[in-house]
């Protein structure tokens, strides 16, 4: 049984999600969040025992038992199983703050909830560039539903060029593909690792090209500077639920960047050893800075976070183009500490706009809130843990960003982008947070109900940003063990 | 064969760059399905162009790489119903926006 835990965060939400499909289920509201919980629950469980069981070294998976590198194989190491567990514990509060409101409005929400859970978790497992591109279709495909979820003009807006962008990026995935197969003949991730440094120079200039619409492909879905204009609206525009679990969106481009260019491109590639990096930190610096403007111009709630989360997609893939062991690891704590951060602020300012009626997350003075006291701490935290404040996680986060950079030769660029973002998300945040909880009009509190699932989302990403604090130094361990492992090139087929 | 195949796939690429660049939802429709077709066959063509050889072992003496066309199999039925789900999204952002242009309004017309 424990030999196959590697396939199980994929097949449970599946199945769950289609047993959601049934009519029963569509039909029963209790039936259905109880089998959901059951879900989500176990795909935790099970994602948290493959994490634990991982330390022991990774594990190659062999769908159908195929002798790798023929077979497609399923691949779990310390990386791919901190991100399994993240879009899980995400999920689990998106799905949690969705039971007070989405579910009620449209029965097939959470069964579109299981199918991205399990496209996400599908793309962080798989061992396969085809496989990759499969499980991008799947969650972009889940994507897309949650997307014009709720309906109206401004979503069905974004959600076509949000949908258009990624079908034209998977035309060009499946380009890069087929040439990067035809110089290779092969497309398990690792067997291509190890034949990249055999290749002819006129070879290289093919594989290049492909590496280069890998960047293009990877970029679009962790919204890279030129290819960042979906981000901000379809954030904006999406049910608060989607937006906290798109938070996990851009993870996915930053893990696939991390995952193949490390792999194809490590040190034993020869003359195409570290392919595209020094591209990527200055495009993930200019997206810092993109993102900064964003801030800066946003007036309302809904649209700053939408540029918080732009800034730390930036900061990631910056750091993924330093690419040493130490900022890998550091890179990993602050994702972690972003996606949930970022997600439960979506949420947040969903709790703020549903109890402000009408002034919504604008910007603004308004009258007390009926929660106003439990919204504004919730608010202050959140911010603290954002702007990088101690005690909180985001503290840990950014210290361990600085030093990791110190002494690569992009150490000031890196530290005065991120410093002066920093002080502009401490100014922007206060500004915000001053004008919606201090600066009241007179009056009565509307009374706006939030229902108590609406809480308990929230209260489940505070928690785990909580977690985070206290357990720091043993994930930092986790997480340094697993750069070391996954910088490591063309383990897994030495494994198989 | 290998300049008639490859003629094609810049033909299509081609034609389907022009039609997405029409910003109009049908034409972007119509440019997608193209731009896919392209790709397909740059898929297929991908493990060797080879005249006469069989997919399975032991049927022929020569056989043709077995993978690109399973490849391009899953690449099909994933390209038509993301087509699908673009149509329906086409006519939902018709009914609602009361235009088929991809920014949901028209474009104001340069002075």
């Known amino acids: ?120 978790n599908g793309a962080f497992l798989t061992g396969d560039l085809f496989n990759l591109f499969v499980f991008f279709e799947v969650l972009l495909i889940s994507s897309y539903g949650l997307l014009i979820h709720g309906g109206g003009k401004n979503r069905i807006r974004a959600a076509m060029h949000y949908v258009l962008l990624n079908l034209i990026g998977s035309a060009l995935f499946l380009l890069a593909l087929a040439l990067l197969y035809s110089q290779l003949g092969s497309l398990q991730i690792s067997d291509m690792g190890l034949r990249i440094a055999a290749l002819s120079e006129s070879q290289q200039w093919i594989v290049q090209s492909a590496a280069g619409l890998l960047l293009i492909v990877f970029g679009l879905k ?128 969903d709790i703020i706009a549903t109890q402000r009626g009408n002034l919504g997350d604008r910007i603004a003075r308004g009258r007390r809130m009926q929660h106003q006291v439990a919204t504004g701490w919730a608010f202050a935290f959140l911010a603290l843990a954002i702007i990088g404040m101690p005690p909180l996680s985001g503290f840990i986060g950014k ?37 919606i909880f201090w600066r009241l009009l007179p009056g009565k509190p509307a009374v706006n109900p939030v229902s108590i699932w609406q809480w308990a989302g929230l209260t489940w990403l505070l928690a785990s940003l909580l977690a985070l604090v206290f357990a720091a130094e043993p994930l930092l361990q986790y997480f340094s063990a697993a750069s070391a492992e996954f910088s490591l090139p063309l383990r897994h087929v030495k494994g198989a | 064969m290998e300049l008639i195949i490859a003629a094609m796939i810049g033909l299509l690429t081609c034609c389907g760059v022009f039609l997405i660049l029409r910003a109009r939802t049908f034409a972007v429709m119509l440019g997608l399905t193209m731009l896919s077709y392209a790709v397909n066959l740059f898929i297929f063509v991908s493990g060797g162009l080879t005249a006469g050889a069989g997919a399975v072992l032991g049927k022929t003496s020569a056989y043709a790489d077995p993978l690109p066309q399973a490849l391009v199999l899953t690449a099909i039925v994933i390209g038509f119903a993301m087509t699908a789900f673009l149509v329906v999204l086409a006519i939902r952002a018709r009914a609602e926006l009361g235009n088929d242009h991809v920014d949901g309004q028209q474009p104001q017309e340069p002075r």
């Open chain 1, 399 to 435: 210290i361990l960003l600085l030093q990791s950079v110190t002494g690569s030769s992009w150490q000031f660029a890196f530290w005065a982008m991120l410093l002066v973002a920093s002080l502009l998300v401490l100014i922007v945040l206060s500004r915000a947070g001053s004008s």
């Open chain 1, 222 to 349: 962790a919204a890279m500077l030129p290819f960042h204009f979906w981000l901000p609206s379809a954030y904006k525009q999406a049910s608060p639920v989607v937006a906290c679990v798109f938070a996990m969106m851009t993870k996915v481009g930053i893990y696939s960047l991390l995952r193949v260019f490390t792999t194809l491109f490590s040190s034993d590639a020869g003359q195409l050893a570290g392919f595209g990096q020094s591209g990527l930190v200055i495009a993930g610096l200019l997206t810092i800075a993109i993102a900064v403007v964003v801030l800066l111009a946003s007036a309302d709630l809904r649209s700053l976070v939408a540029a918080l989360v732009l800034m730390s997609s930036g900061t990631l893939l910056s750091l993924v183009g330093v690419g040493t062991i130490s900022t890998d690891s550091a890179l990993l704590y602050y994702a972690v500490h972003s996606t949930l951060a970022t997600g439960a602020m979506f949420l947040l300012v």
């Open chain 1, 1 to 120: 049984m424990l030999n196959h835990l590697a396939i199980l965060p994929i097949l449970v939400p599946v199945v769950t999600a289609a047993l959601l499909l049934l009519p029963y289920f569509s039909a029963h509201q209790t039936a259905r969040r109880v089998l959901s919980a059951t879900g989500f629950g176990l795909t935790l469980v099970i994602a948290l025992a493959l994490a634990l069981q991982v330390q022991s070294g990774g594990q190659v998976y062999l769908l159908g038992d195929w002798p790798a590198p023929f077979g497609i194989v399923l691949v779990a190491d310390r990386l791919s199983a901190t991100f399994v567990v993240l879009s899980t514990v995400l999920m689990i509060g998106g799905w949690l703050y969705g039971c007070g409101r989405d579910d009620t409005q449209e029965p097939f929400f959470l069964a579109l909830l299981h199918f991205l859970l399990m496209g996400v």
